[in-house]
């Protein structure tokens, strides 16, 4: 059983991981979809979300938009990183399942919510 994480808002992909709603766990087996679970986003704090995820099972995660940190901290961690996807999460989760969601390579360098994080921080 593979998990895959969606930064989610609602039922679609979340622009910005660290800000998302949610995530929405899909536990996928033989490139389909046997179940989903929705997991609030327990806040956006330095490096916590890749352990949080890691620590579900996932071992890759889809996002719109993704800081440079955060990638790196996934990718020590053995999790793909997807960034630049857009629309219905589970239609992501099945264009990565045959081979047609590619990692756009999106890395948030100025942060839109910069009154949340403080001026210094990267997102």
């Not at 916590?48 to 579900?56: G, H, I, Q």
């Amino acid at each position: 059983m593979k998990i895959i994480a969606v930064a989610s808002e609602g039922a679609d992909v979340s622009e910005h991981f660290g800000h998302c709603g949610s995530f929405t766990l899909f536990q996928t087996e033989d490139n389909q979809i046997k179940g989903k679970e929705v997991v609030p986003n327990p806040g956006h704090k330095p490096g916590f979300l890749p352990v949080f995820l890691a620590e579900k099972g996932a071992s890759v995660i889809i996002s719109g938009g993704m800081g440079a940190g955060a990638i790196d901290l996934f990718n020590e961690k053995n999790i793909a990183v997807i960034t630049g996807a857009t629309g219905n999460a589970e239609s992501a989760v099945k264009a990565y399942l045959e081979g047609k969601l590619v990692s756009s390579g999106s890395v948030c360098h100025n942060h839109v919510h910069e009154k949340e994080c403080g001026d210094s921080h990267k997102c």
